[in-house]
């Protein structure tokens, strides 16, 4: 029997898994790390994290597995996207920290590019908008602010593009992580815009020239990493691809209409189609599958997984000390209670943009608000809110997806960490109107990477594709009450941000 290794980098850990030719999971390691944050808004990681976590899940993989070397077959790496891209120098030795997707520093050069780009032809090259999770906006911000890294920098390299190089010897930058940095690539032409790098002062020569698809190989396992992870020597590595697209594969989505909704730190709800119009709102970029003829188009929340986690970590000390002692997940006990309040959570919205926001607001300066706070409501009610708000979010990407998508499913897939949440995919069919599916495997990028490996090696053809490796689960259905309920809270939500714009703006200023 032949297998796979596919490697997700995440945004707090990165996981590997070993695959047969089936898609059985025969083995898996993660190892988790933090972001740094020297600033308010700032957000950014040294690429030696990366290359570390990846080396140690492989051989925490291998260990025990008993799978000989030679009948692993290719390696593929998904990874968070890397914003700025690594600054290495000439010798591709990193300089600087990425400054990572959550990274919100870059509002004076997002103005600079509205004042000083022609913005029409932006959208109509790119597929994409303006905003400082871009990370051609983050390009920007070092040039101004670090100039002698500027002046070293050879190139920018997205994270799985640093590590492939390190583990081939080999440069290339896939499709799907190019085109996420929006503002430099030429979306119809699948290649580098020229016309935009030059307009926005940005050098060609610090894109890498050889662009591949996700699943095409960079090149073959050097030697001395060969000897480090146990695996052959020639290991075919693939370019690999974005996160929250490789996720997206692994749920089976290899055809337009498909869509799912990937919520973890952050959420991106993404479908396929074959053009994009950028005054949607969402982002896109070529799948990781099919990159040559389908755009995986998405948008979503910065802060969705990583508002729930603030709330339990600022204010449920009591529920943190309880599953110290029983065991059971803090989690899970706050949902325990908040199932009991009704939708809505009894008058009460939350804005879910702790980190400023992404689609379809696109707005840095955003801020996170609870309203409608009496002396009536406890944590409870704040927590249920919390996730309501998340779910919110979820509906308006939704809304605005649908004007670009020609049709999509009548169902939603999740996956992530909010899979796990029996409420909260609840709330989620009740907000959105969908069914609501998940993946039992609970595995998601890293499964899609190791499809992706298989099926670059011929393991598994197009039919086993379009089948994928997961099997789905129905979770929740709509309830009609529920519905009308959150129908009414969510035409509130919308008219919340901005009703309070002008007041967030102000006290980011103060």
């Not at 030697?223 to 692994?250: F, K």
Request: proline residues 5%.
């Amino acid at each position: 029997m032949d297998y796979v290794i596919g490697v997700d980098i995440g945004t707090q850990s990165t996981k590997a898994l070993l695959v047969d030719d089936q898609g059985r999971i025969v083995a898996q390691h993660s190892q988790g790390y933090r972001v740094d944050t020297p600033k308010v808004r700032w957000a950014e990681q040294w690429p030696q994290v990366w290359l570390d976590a990846v080396q140690a899940c492989v051989v925490g993989c291998l260990q025990g597995a008993g799978v000989p070397r030679e009948h692993i077959k290719a390696l593929c790496i998904s990874s968070l996207y890397g914003g700025s891209g690594i600054a290495v120098d000439a010798d591709l030795q990193p300089l600087h920290p990425c400054l990572i997707w959550m990274d919100r520093r870059a509002g004076e050069q997002v103005e600079w590019v509205r004042e000083n780009i022609d913005l029409e032809r932006l959208f109509d090259i790119t597929g994409n908008s303006v905003d400082s999770y871009y990370g051609f906006t983050k390009m920007l911000w070092l040039k101004q602010h670090q100039p002698q890294v500027w002046r070293q920098t050879r190139y920018l390299l997205p994270p799985n593009s640093y590590i492939n190089y390190c583990l081939s010897g080999e440069l290339a930058v896939d499709h799907s992580s190019a085109g996420n940095i929006g503002g430099v690539y030429d979306v119809a032409g699948r290649c580098w815009s020229v016309e935009m790098l030059d307009a926005l002062g940005i050098s060609p020569s610090l894109m890498p020239e050889r662009l591949l698809y996700s699943g095409e190989v960079v090149g073959g396992l050097l030697p001395e990493w060969a000897e480090r992870l146990g695996l052959p020597l020639g290991l075919p590595i693939l370019a690999g691809g974005v996160d929250a697209a490789m996720a997206t594969l692994a749920a089976g989505v290899t055809r337009p209409g498909n869509h799912v909704a990937m919520i973890g730190t952050s959420m991106c709800w993404g479908y396929l189609n074959q053009q994009v119009d950028a005054r949607h709102g969402l982002v896109s970029m070529p799948h990781v599958y099919n990159g040559h003829r389908d755009l995986y188009i998405f948008g979503g929340a910065i802060t969705a997984g990583a508002s729930v986690n603030w709330f339990r970590e600022q204010f449920c000390q009591a529920e943190e000390l309880q599953a110290q002692h029983s065991g059971k997940d803090s989690h899970w006990l706050l949902e325990q209670q908040a199932a009991k309040i009704p939708p809505g959570s009894e008058g009460l919205l939350f804005l879910p943009y702790l980190m400023g926001e992404r689609s379809p607001v696109w707005d840095d300066r955003a801020s996170g608000s609870f309203v409608g706070l009496n002396l009536y409501h406890s944590r409870i009610h704040l927590y249920r809110a919390v996730l309501e708000g998340v779910s919110f979010a979820l509906r308006h990407n939704i809304e605005a997806g649908t004007r670009g998508a020609h049709s999509l499913d009548p169902r939603l897939i999740v996956v992530g960490g909010a899979s796990h949440s029996d409420l909260w995919m609840q709330i989620i069919a009740d907000i959105t109107h969908y069914p609501v599916y998940t993946i039992v495997q609970e595995v998601e990028a890293a499964l899609g990477a190791a499809l992706l490996a298989a099926h670059s090696v011929g393991l598994v053809d197009d039919r086993q594709m379009d089948q994928g490796w997961v099997q789905l689960q129905q979770r929740a259905e709509p309830i009609a009450g529920n519905v009308a309920a959150y129908d009414h809270a969510f035409a509130d939500y919308l008219r919340l941000y901005p009703a309070l714009k002008p007041i967030m703006h102000s006290l980011q200023q103060s």
